[in-house]
């Protein structure tokens, strides 16, 4: 429950997620995000012709060409987010009388994906100057970036008691979470349900959580197909707690279990029923079938591991503006050393069903991380930005009773990390951001 002491510990993290959104509002231009102009176009599909978004018209050109980029290629997706950001967009044209549709600039001709520079020539400033529906958008993000900051706070409570603030500050100032909370994607949407079906599987108490945790991954089917990953972490959780509880509470639970159920199958029965979903599940599917030759190669997958590394800290505009290597490394370096000894604190605590569904969580983003890279070569974070939570949580909870055995310090490193996450925010916007858009 969000009580008062709750909320208190949220508003500073809160505060400092909003302030670097702000910043990288106004540092990114319109598009310099991954495949923000291709989302762009599935939501005015919505706000301006009022029908599900389709691949209209279809790609031409090389996959960085104008034609290719603005064409819709993006809207095979489920249209969740797509409904939900027109509907926000459409509300705000309409109170402030501005235009919906944004004309993106002409392609930068040197660009193809190389280098660090723009994507659009003859870019504006950042994002505040640009409409105000267009500006709605990047609002609505930060919005659903604070549900994730929230409930990661909430998941660390269940490793290690205490530890939330400190999971919250690192989501908050998680560079690449940061960016991608203010970008027009629907990865966010999808992360921050997500996020919140995770807190409710690891809560533990009345079965009732499994309905809704099963409600809130049906939405994130709904926004991203490749959500159902999540359905199969809710079914090994379930199945876990029906071995594991005491034989008095498995009628309840399997009560539950059978609403949960028919909650799923009623989102496979919208997809199913409707022919524009089913097309695009079907195109979403088929278009993972193949395994690229190169997929099976060490250099390959090394290659990906780099590039993860890299896109997990910072890595902006297109994926073609990183931070500097160490940075990353000491980035990782230290959430997973201080992961690792929240998993060895959190399981000599007995909190070992929590941890179960974190391990069951990780593993199945990580399956489907690997799924599409033998598909594609795709090693950016954000397509598995629900692990987010995760790892801050249990990073917290390796830093947590490390501070509780030393009263004197917990003040001083709370403000520590704030601070060093702040620095380092604003290091990457006015010396890497700033001067590759100038």
Not at 84 to 103: E, I, N, P, Y
Not at 148 to 161: E, F, L, M, T
Request: charged residues 10%.
């Amino acid at each position: 429950m969000l009580t008062r002491h709750a909320l208190r510990r949220f508003l500073w993290p809160a505060a400092l997620f909003l302030g670097l959104g702000l910043l990288y509002m106004l540092a990114v231009p319109a598009g310099e995000s991954p495949d923000e102009p291709g989302h762009l176009q599935c939501v005015e599909q919505v706000s301006l012709l009022g029908r599900l978004p389709l691949v209209d018209p279809p790609p031409t050109g090389e996959w960085w060409s104008r034609t290719a980029i603005i064409s819709g290629r993006m809207c095979y997706h489920m249209p969740l987010y797509y409904l939900l950001s027109g509907g926000v967009q459409r509300l705000v044209g309409g109170l402030t009388g501005q235009t919906v549709h944004f004309d993106f600039p002409p392609n930068d001709p040197g660009w193809n994906g190389a280098g660090a520079g723009p994507m659009f020539a003859a870019l504006a400033p950042g994002g505040l100057s640009t409409l105000a529906p267009l500006l709605a958008l990047r609002v609505l993000g930060l919005a659903l970036g604070l549900i994730v900051v929230w409930a990661s706070g909430r998941i660390a409570d269940r490793v290690w008691p205490g530890s939330d603030l400190l999971a919250m500050l690192l989501v908050a100032g998680w560079p690449q979470f940061v960016f991608m909370s203010r970008a027009v994607s629907n990865d966010i949407l999808a992360t921050a349900l997500g996020a919140l079906a995770l807190w409710l599987l690891v809560s533990g108490g009345r079965p009732a959580r499994y309905v809704w945790a099963a409600l809130l991954i049906g939405l994130a089917v709904l926004t991203k197909v490749t959500m159902v990953a999540a359905a199969a972490v809710l079914a090994l959780a379930f199945v876990y707690e029906m071995v594991t509880t005491e034989h008095t509470h498995r009628r309840r639970l399997l009560a539950a279990g059978g609403l949960g159920l028919a909650v799923l199958l009623a989102t496979l029965a919208v997809i199913w029923l409707e022919p524009t979903l089913r097309v695009h599940a079907w195109q979403s599917e088929g278009s993972f079938r193949q395994v690229r030759p190169d997929a099976l190669t060490p250099a390959y997958w090394g290659n990906v591991l780099r590039l993860t590394v890299s896109s997990g800290y910072a890595r902006f505009g297109w994926m073609n503006l990183p931070a500097p290597g160490w940075q990353a490394a000491a980035w990782w370096a230290a959430l997973l050393v201080a992961g690792a000894a929240g998993v060895w604190q959190a399981w000599r605590q007995s909190h070992r069903k929590t941890l179960v569904i974190l391990a069951l969580w990780l593993a199945a983003l990580a399956a489907l991380y690997v799924r599409i890279n033998l598909n594609r070569f795709q090693p950016q974070f954000r397509l598995v930005l629900g692990a987010t939570p995760v790892l801050a949580a249990l990073a917290a909870a390796g830093m947590a009773p490390w501070l509780e055995r030393r009263p004197h310090l917990r003040v001083a490193a709370t403000l520590a990390l704030a601070a060093l996450l702040l620095a380092a925010n604003i290091w990457l916007v006015f010396g890497l951001i700033l001067p590759a858009y100038p």
